[in-house]
């Protein structure tokens, strides 16, 4: 197929998806509107995780904490001043905190940017380590953010967190991001920085001897999945309009890590699907926490029983099937005609 | 700060750090042999306290009996993780197994929120041990003494264990070879299992004697101790239990003695291991008394 | 006699108390095929690992093309210009035969990682022109029809091809490699040897190899340097190694040597 035959293809595919965003904006109640936004986000840090995890090879369970950093930079740019001097009663808010102020574009980028600093800042002294240490360590990382956040007061509002975080975080936005999130990263991917950081996860000696700078290649790789965590992050502070330390604890990682998993390590399509089925079944089973009244029946709700069906999906397709749950499928176009021509051959 | 209360803060250290270490060991003898994190061990630990709370409570067992049917409960546990989750995964790179960890720890962890729910359980007093001692102006509970004494007993059985019986010997030899150690008629997966039953058991212990020196247990109570029980195995070097046992030491008395000494720090009380963790990450990856390992070329 | 293009001089290896390799003094001449043979853990692969930067001599010092090397990374030295291949084949075992050869060229790659999503003409450019080159490659060791397969899905010989072929994209100007002829059948080895000669003629390099196949090893040298329990015991010709009592008493013992001289 046409190199410009697929751009156009793609374009196509967008506005029917800008065609059915813009139904939905005004069709669908909030709270499938609601879901909607949380697949976006979702997204985001799905893909965001796998470039480092699945594609790069370094097991990272920091996601929250680069989460946590966008969602506070991002808050605290769009909360207006007069809202933030009522809100920090513990402590007074300090300057220059205090009256800084961005438009949302801006205050998401700074986010990411902030978050793929401290992302290259991490990785100096951890990537060196291989595979299960780099997860404990970017962990480590991850609960020493949340602490900070904890006790940073003046900066943070402390245990309290910050509410009331202006929700511009709607459809348009979210999906703005999330489509230059996908293009950006299948973009890297397909050029041959790719390759080096498929070769990095292959065999990292042989990267080096091919000429490769890995540590710099995996920097790379991860301060740009910090950044989009650090996107991820604000769009879901402004999308829950309330952040407090407490919400960016490992919990949020082992959500990622799951839709990641769950879709397929290194598959982008995996990815988005794994977003999208994770992100419905998080909410569908919702009702099994919360009491259901039928009439005059009353099915109590059990707290906890969510988190045990997703452990046990997880455990389930780490065991049985590795690849997730598309097989490591990855959408083309040119895939597509493929089948379709070889279904038409078959009739 | 005076000398009691220094006297004070110093067996608190003793007691919290000998517990770390107890749980440590279940950490660095796993990792030892799979090269594993066994990321649900603080869950495991967890188990161990609401085993006696049960016994103690709902079976009406005396103490004794109460604290040998944790022991034996949460080995039994322990062996089961492995075999469900970790075993299918011996050939599978070493990350999936890790994760298959990760996933048993949330498990394990809802499991409990479900059956037992996240109100903490009230572990009844045991009088005699924790009835306040004075030395002069020194309070002590007779449970901060017991404690290090019961670890060292245990650790010592440990390493006679490990360097006198065959077992033992099979143990070491796998964290050596496993593959050698198989062609030589050990029965590898056995010994694996055992080395499970006996982190667990460790474990078991420690939750027992942690429950009853801070009497509120719940669903999540293992998550804390756990991350510092791990990074208390990394700082002494992963593979050796007395390193182990020393990395818990040193990570109690880190904890005790600095907020001891800066109450204005307590608050990030929980990020001294962490940081002491990518602290000994970058300078001494193999830790006090670990051995190296290098990637052959 | 020229400046040659890589020269060692008492490179030496520590390994806590074991030293693997010792004075380690070699000179090699620009455009030639010459062989490191020497019985099993004599310290050969460790003396490539030296040469490419896996390790840091405890002592002694590495020149290249008039450069010191000595303790850069391998990544410095793979830009430097010289590739290797490894012992047991070493792909990138989830890539294409392609993708293979293309990630080694990233180290003459101009257009910098951001370039790509960016749509920058030139690096756009610059792609398509290291695939081109890379089918060039694969034209070369005959592997332009698997182009797409996965490399590590290749029969035995066509990996290792593919292996020198993916270092030969490196653009080096030397090329080392660790037992080439490894698990291959005569009739293989003998092409390898052809291939060796037609590799060095179009590329204009200069080859080292560590080899155990002595037909390969006394076929393809010009020049053989023998190693055991690292140091070098023996340099010359082929016909003067196959001649030299000491190679003989390293590679089948003393009382061999003794059998063979009389």
């Known amino acids: 197929m046409k190199h410009s035959t697929k751009i156009i293809l793609n374009i196509a595919l967008i506005a029917c998806f800008g065609v059915f965003l813009f139904w939905a904006q005004g069709n669908l109640d909030g709270y499938k509107v609601q879901i909607l936004n949380l697949i976006a986000v979702n997204t985001i840090l799905a893909l965001s995780l796998n470039l480092i ?148 996860r292959d065999d990292e000696v042989a990267a080096k001897a091919m000429g490769i700078n890995t540590f710099r290649c995996k920097a790379i790789s991860f301060a740009v999945g910090a950044f989009f965590a650090g996107v991820g992050g604000a769009l879901m502070g402004s999308l829950i309009t309330t952040i407090d330390p407490k919400m960016f ?99 | 700060m005076n000398s ?29 042999i799979l090269r594993l994190i066994n990321f649900a061990h603080g869950d495991i630990f967890m188990l161990g306290s609401y085993f006696v709370f049960f016994g103690v409570t709902a079976f009406h067992m005396p103490w004794w009996a109460a604290a040998l049917f944790s022991i034996v409960a949460t080995a039994a546990t322990g062996i089961m993780v492995d075999r469900v989750a970790y075993r299918p995964l011996r050939e599978a790179p070493r990350i999936s ?48 003494l017991i404690v290090p004494v019961v670890s060292f007993l245990l650790v010592a059985g440990l390493l006679w264990m490990l360097y006198r019986t065959k077992p033992g010997l099979a143990m070491r030899a796998i964290s050596k070879d496993i593959e050698t150690t198989r062609l030589m008629g050990v029965k590898v997966n056995r010994i694996i299992a055992l080395t499970f039953a006996i982190g667990s058991a460790l474990a078991a212990a420690a939750g ?90 | 006699m020229k400046d040659p293009v890589l020269k060692t001089t008492g490179v030496t290896m520590k390994f806590g108390g074991l030293t693997a390799v010792e004075k380690f003094d070699i000179a ?73 050869v293309m990630t080694a060229c990233w180290v003459r790659q101009k257009s910098p990682w951001w370039s790509a999503p960016l749509l920058l003409p030139g690096a756009l450019r610059e792609e398509r022109e290291m695939r081109d080159k890379s089918m060039e490659l694969l034209e070369a060791v005959d592997l332009a029809h698997l182009a797409k397969e996965i490399a590590t899905g290749l029969p035995y010989g066509a990996q290792r091809r593919l292996e020198i072929a993916r270092a030969l994209a490196t653009q080096p100007k030397f090329l080392l490699l660790d037992e080439p002829a490894a698990g291959m059948n005569p009739q293989e080895s003998s092409e390898l040897m052809d291939f060796i000669r037609k590799i060095r003629e179009q590329f204009k390099i200069t080859i080292l190899l560590i080899e155990h196949d002595m037909k390969v090893v006394m076929g393809i040298s010009e020049w053989i340097r023998v190693l055991d329990y690292g140091a070098l015991i023996a340099e010359g010709t082929p016909d003067e190694i196959r001649a030299n009592p000491k190679v003989i008493e390293a590679y089948l013992g003393k009382e061999a040597a003794v059998y063979v001289k009389n």
């Not at chain 1, 009663?89 to 902030?114: C, D, K, T």
């Not at chain 1, 099994?288 to 707290?303: K, L, Q, R, W």
């Not at chain 3, 853990?41 to 390790?55: M, R």
């Not at chain 3, 002592?59 to 290797?84: N, W, Y």
């Open chain 3, 28 to 100: 090699v001449e620009e455009g030639t095929i010459s062989s490191l043979i020497g019985p099993n853990g004599a310290g050969k692969t460790t003396c490539f690992n030296i040469i490419t930067g896996f390790y840091r001599p405890t002592l002694g010092s590495v020149i290249f093309m008039g450069r010191d090397i000595t303790g850069m990374k391998p990544h410095q030295v793979c830009e430097a210009g010289i590739a290797r291949t490894f012992q047991n084949i070493r792909l990138f075992a989830g890539g294409t035969v392609l993708q293979n």
């Open chain 2, 4 to 32: 009691d209360m220094f006297i004070q803060h110093f067996f608190n250290a003793l007691m919290l750090g000998s517990l770390y270490g107890l749980i440590a060991i279940g950490y660095t003898m796993v990792y030892g």
């Open chain 2, 97 to 144: 197994a890790l994760i298959s960890a990760i996933g048993v720890s949330f498990f394990i962890e809802n499991m409990c929120l479900v059956l037992f729910t996240g109100v903490p359980k009230p572990m009844p007093r045991l009088e005699a041990l924790v009835q306040v001692l004075q030395f002069g102006n020194i309070r002590i509970l007779p449970l901060t």
């Open chain 1, 53 to 200: 995890y699945g594609y790069t090879g370094m097991f990272s369970l920091g996601h929250a904490g680069f989460m946590a950093i966008g969602a506070y930079v991002c808050a605290i740019l769009i909360l207006p001043a007069a809202q933030k001097e009522m809100m920090y009663i513990l402590e007074p808010v300090i300057w220059p905190f205090s009256v800084m102020h961005a438009p949302f574009f801006a205050a998401v980028l700074a986010a990411g940017l902030v978050a793929a600093l401290l992302g290259l800042l991490i990785a100096l002294p951890v990537l060196r380590l291989g595979g299960d240490y780099l997860g404990i360590a970017t962990l480590g990382f991850a609960e020493i953010i949340r602490i900070v956040f904890t006790n940073i007061t003046p900066i943070t509002n402390g245990a309290l967190g910050l509410k009331g975080i202006p929700a511009y975080a709607n459809l348009p936005w979210n999906f703005f991001w999330c489509i230059l999130t996908i293009y950006v990263i299948v973009k890297l991917l397909s050029s041959n920085f790719g390759n080096c950081l498929r070769a990095i």
């Open chain 1, 249 to 347: 604890n490992f919990q949020l990682t082992f959500n990622i890590l799951m839709i990641v998993v769950v879709g397929g390590l290194g598959s982008i399509t995996g990815s988005v699907i794994g977003a999208v089925v994770i992100t419905i079944l998080l909410e569908w089973l919702r009702f099994v926490e919360y009491t259901v009244e039928i009439g005059s029946f009353v099915i109590p709700g059990v707290p906890g029983m969510r988190m045990v069906i997703f452990s046990l999906v997880l455990l389930l397709i780490i065991l049985y099937r590795r690849e997730g749950i598309i097989g490591g499928y990855e959408f083309s176009w040119d895939d597509l005609v493929k089948r379709v021509n070889a279904r038409r051959g078959r009739k």
């Open chain 2, 208 to 297: 027992i004697m942690w429950a009853l020196r801070y009497p509120q247990i719940n669903p999540f109570m293992g998550v804390m101790p756990g991350f510092k029980a791990f990074i208390a195995a990394v700082f002494g070097g992963i593979g050796s239990v007395q390193g182990a046992m020393i990395g818990g030491l040193i990570l109690g008395f880190m904890e005790i003695m600095i907020v001891a000494f800066f109450p204005a720090l307590s608050g990030y009380r929980d990020a001294f291991a962490f940081i002491l963790l990518i602290l000994i990450l970058f300078v001494k990856p193999t830790g006090l008394m670990g051995e190296k390992l290098e990637d052959k070329i």
